[in-house]
Every structure is written in structure tokens, then in C-alpha cells.
């Protein structure tokens, strides 16, 4: 197995934070955020990781990636320089396609979680199909921001979608999936469409149509570092855990 981890956004939203470092690499207690999702990743034993970001924070990862000394980690960048240009999360996974070769674990670089990953493995082990991990936020208004999701018993995704009205659920999906590696025949249909590249959720709503996709519902605690107040949230969960 493989993994990508998506870094190549802008983070406006996190601005003047983000300005001139990319969103990962911003700290927790010391520690980019990203190595907290290497940590989760590490139990899985994966020997190819890849980090997809853009050209404007290529050498940020380079640099952190030298003094981390991780050897299973790479840098991959695409050419953007400005949030105008960026290619989006499916058109970054697009154009990775001819890097993977089987199995494939994708995160997005500001997930933090505190579960292991390995119930998540073990699901896709069994099942071998499209897998995504999802979080209970308890808060309606708040399941209005993201993808909501809806089960069957045995864990297909029955109803997925991205940013509803009127959430059936407070269950989300987050940007943690396994997929075998013919989804990504999938990504390239989808890309190839001229279908929105930048929201993951728009995809899995679209493949959810197209084959059984599963669901894994994530225990403990998880942020999407997508405001200040979540920045800020983790940052104080991590800190009451020294």
C-alpha cells in the first residue's frame, strides 16, 4: 500500500498564518501538523508516502523533510504559485495516477485524529473496496459545512452528500480514504468530465453512484484545520496531553 497526502491548497481562510507556510507545517505544540497524520500513517507500515503539494511551498516540505529524516516520504509539486491557479485535490490525485501502483491510503495534510488507522485497514482488507473514514460532530448546523453520510447496516454508503441544507445526519466524511487502485481510472473519468476538482467530497458523492464505496466511523477526537477556532481547538486538546 501507498499513501498521498494532499498539501497543495492555499489555506486563505487561515491567512496571514498560511502566507508564507503551508497549512501542514503549522504547529501543534511544536510539531507540524503533519507528523501527527505520519504518526497514524506509520502504524500501517506504508514504504511509499507521497506528499502533493504546490511549487510556491515545494521547498517548506523540502526543508522539513530534511530535518524529519523520513526515507518512505517524497515531495511531489505541481506548478501552481497562487490560490488561482492550484489544481484541486481530484486533479492533484489525477495526476498522480501513474505514481500508484496498488492500494492507496489519501489524507488531506490538516487531519488530525486520535484513532488508530488500523481498524480503517482491516475494513478495506476484508471488503477491497473504496473506503472513507467518517466522524460523528454531533452538531447540525456544523454537519451543514461538510459532506453528510447516511449507512446501510453492512456499511455502504447509501446517501452522501456534500454541504446539504437540511443534514439527515450528523455524520460526516472526511478526507481519509482507501481506495484499490482502479478508483483511479475513476478520478481520471471524473477529471476528464470537467467535474469540480478542488472539493473531495463532490467526488465521493459522484463515485458513490458508480460502485460500493464503505464508510468507517472514526472514534476519539478529529479536526478538519480548516478556521482559526479548529486551529486553536487542537492546539489546546495537544497541549492538556504533555
Given at each position: 500500500m501507498q499513501a498521498i497526502i494532499l498539501a497543495g491548497g492555499f489555506?486563505?481562510?487561515?491567512?496571514?498564518?498560511?502566507l508564507e507556510k503551508p497549512k501542514p507545517l503549522l504547529p501543534i505544540n511544536d510539531k507540524p501538523i503533519i507528523?501527527?497524520?505520519l504518526e497514524k500513517i506509520d502504524e500501517l507500515n506504508i514504504g511509499d508516502i507521497i506528499v502533493s503539494t504546490n511549487m510556491r511551498f515545494k521547498n517548506d516540505f523540502e526543508k522539513w523533510l530534511?530535518?524529519?529524516?523520513?526515507?518512505?516520504?517524497?515531495?511531489?509539486?505541481?506548478?501552481?504559485?497562487r490560490e488561482e491557479e492550484k489544481l484541486g485535490a481530484i486533479?492533484?490525485?489525477a495526476r498522480l495516477s501513474n505514481e500508484v501502483v496498488g492500494d492507496c491510503l489519501i489524507a488531506a495534510?490538516?487531519?488530525?485524529?486520535?484513532?488508530?488507522?488500523?481498524?480503517?485497514?482491516?475494513?478495506?482488507?476484508?471488503?477491497?473496496s473504496p473506503i472513507i473514514c467518517l466522524y460523528d460532530v454531533k452538531d447540525a448546523d456544523l454537519a451543514k459545512n461538510y459532506s453528510i453520510v447516511v449507512l446501510e447496516e453492512d456499511g455502504r454508503i447509501m446517501d452522501?452528500?456534500?454541504k446539504?441544507?437540511?443534514?439527515?445526519?450528523?455524520?460526516?466524511?472526511?478526507?481519509?480514504?482507501?481506495?484499490?487502485?482502479?478508483?483511479?481510472?475513476?478520478?481520471?473519468?471524473?477529471?476528464?468530465?470537467?467535474?469540480?476538482?478542488?472539493?473531495?467530497?463532490?467526488f465521493i458523492?459522484?463515485?458513490?453512484?458508480?460502485?460500493?464505496?464503505?464508510?468507517?466511523?472514526?472514534?476519539?477526537?478529529?479536526?478538519?484545520?480548516?478556521?482559526?477556532?479548529?486551529?486553536?481547538?487542537?492546539k489546546r486538546y495537544f497541549a492538556g496531553k504533555r
Open positions: 489555506a486563505k481562510r487561515l491567512w496571514p498564518l498560511t507528523e501527527y497524520l530534511s530535518s524529519a529524516g523520513r526515507k518512505n516520504v517524497r515531495i511531489i509539486a505541481e506548478s501552481s504559485m486533479r492533484a490525485l495534510g490538516d487531519n488530525i485524529f486520535t484513532e488508530s488507522l488500523l481498524g480503517f485497514k482491516k475494513m478495506f482488507d476484508k471488503l477491497k452522501f452528500v456534500e446539504p441544507r437540511e443534514p439527515k445526519t450528523t455524520l460526516i466524511g472526511t478526507c481519509l480514504y482507501i481506495f484499490p487502485k482502479e478508483v483511479f481510472e475513476k478520478i481520471n473519468e471524473y477529471v476528464d468530465m470537467g467535474r469540480d476538482s478542488d472539493a473531495p467530497g463532490r458523492e459522484w463515485l458513490c453512484k458508480k460502485m460500493p464505496v464503505y464508510g468507517y466511523i472514526l472514534n476519539g477526537s478529529w479536526w478538519d484545520i480548516g478556521t482559526l477556532k479548529s486551529y486553536e481547538d487542537a
